[in-house]
Every structure is written in C-alpha cells, then in structure tokens.
C-alpha cells in the first residue's frame, strides 16, 4: 500500500510540474511591432516574382502530349496569365485540346518569401481536384521546376513540371510523371506571345 501512494505521489508531482511549466511560461511575448514589419516586407513582390511575370500577357500555345512511346498528340490553344494582387501572383488561364477532348484549366503560381520557394494550385475540368505544387528557380532564373503527386483511380503518381523561360517572347512548360518506379515525359507546351494587331484593321 506505501509503495501505491508513493507511485502516485510521484505521478502527481510530474504532472504538477509539467502543468506549471506549460501554463506558467515567462518566457516573454515576441515583439509584435518588428513581427508586423517582417510581414510587411515579406509581403512585397521581389526577384523571384519578376521572374513570374515575364511569363505574364496572351500566348498561343502549341501542345504535345504522350499517351505512352511513339510520336505525340499535338494540339494548338491559347492562354492568358495576369499578374494579381499587387504582382505577388499570377494568374493562368488556359483552353486547348487534351487527346481530343476540350480543356479548360485555371490556376494562380507565386512565390512564398518567408518559405522561400514558389507554390502554385492549379484546376481544370477533367478532375473535382485541386493540383497542389511546390519548387524553386534554377541558379540562372531561367526554369522554375515544380513538383506535386497526383493521386487518383490509377494510384499516387509523382509528378514533375518544368517551366523554361529564355525570355518575355515566350517560353515552355514541360511535364513528366513516374510510373512503375520510371520518369517518362508526358506534355510539353509552348508558349508564343501573340502579337498585337495594328489599328485600324
């Protein structure tokens, strides 16, 4: 019985002690001040979005897609991309053709300055889903690569996508996915600003 008590008067005083250190803490507040002018400066736009917004304007695009070895399926569409809120985003929209079916896709890509890396979602009416993706520029700023991994009736598939962008007349965006512990390329897009008509016509 003396061995019992002391077992719990041993749990007790742990608990206590536990307790008191959580709900006790004098640890002191964070500076609420410099807290909100790292957020400010976090907030604004900076190399890394620029390198978005050279990908910014109406494009038309050409796409190549495999459904396994042998020549791709190449359709021709078009697409808009808007910087949004304030040039931290950009706004995609795209229409084409995806194996002979009508593709309409919309999404916004930008870049997280206290993560430091470039996040983007991404829909279309060929899934309820939302496509969730992360990644980074390469050391020029000339690619940003992305990752995500669908997950669907065909299983989880890791997928990759590669945007290459040499320079404000346009650019790619390349795709691959692994299956069967293999990466094999999928899609490629390119992008060709459309030209403006000259008035009068």
């Known amino acids: 019985m003396k061995t019992r008590w002391t077992t719990c008067a ?16 004098e640890d002191p507040k964070p500076d609420e001040d410099a807290a909100m002018k790292q957020m400010m400066a976090l907030a604004k736009p900076g190399p890394s979005h620029k390198i978005l917004m050279a990908m910014a304007g109406e494009w038309d695009t ?10 791709p ?16 985003f950009l706004r995609q929209e795209f229409s084409g053709d995806w194996s002979g079916m009508k593709m309409h896709g ?15 979602v991404w829909l279309d009416n060929f899934g309820s889903h939302m496509n969730i993706l992360q990644g980074s520029a390469g050391k020029d700023g000339k690619t940003i690569t992305l990752t995500y991994t669908w997950d669907g009736p065909m299983g989880k598939i890791p997928q990759r996508l590669r945007y290459t962008i ?6 790619k965006l390349e795709g691959w996915m692994t299956m069967n512990g293999q990466e094999v390329k999928h899609m490629e897009i390119t992008y060709t600003r459309k030209q403006k008509k000259p008035a009068g016509d």
């Not at 742990?14 to 959580?22: K, P, S, Y």
């Not at 399926?73 to 931290?88: D, E, R, Y």
């Not at 919309?106 to 993560?115: E, I, P, V």
Request: glycine share 18%; aromatic share 12%; proline share 5%.
């Open 10 to 25: 041993l749990v007790m005083a742990i608990a206590l002690g536990f307790f008191a250190g959580v709900g006790f803490s």
């Open 62 to 71: 050409v796409m190549k897609h495999w459904m396994g070895p042998g020549e």
């Open 73 to 88: 399926n190449v359709t021709k569409g078009s697409a808009t991309n808007t910087p949004a809120l304030n040039g931290s």
């Open 106 to 120: 919309t999404g916004f890509m930008g870049y997280d300055n206290f993560k430091k890396r470039y996040e983007a």
């Open 166 to 171: 040499p320079g404000k007349d346009g650019h």
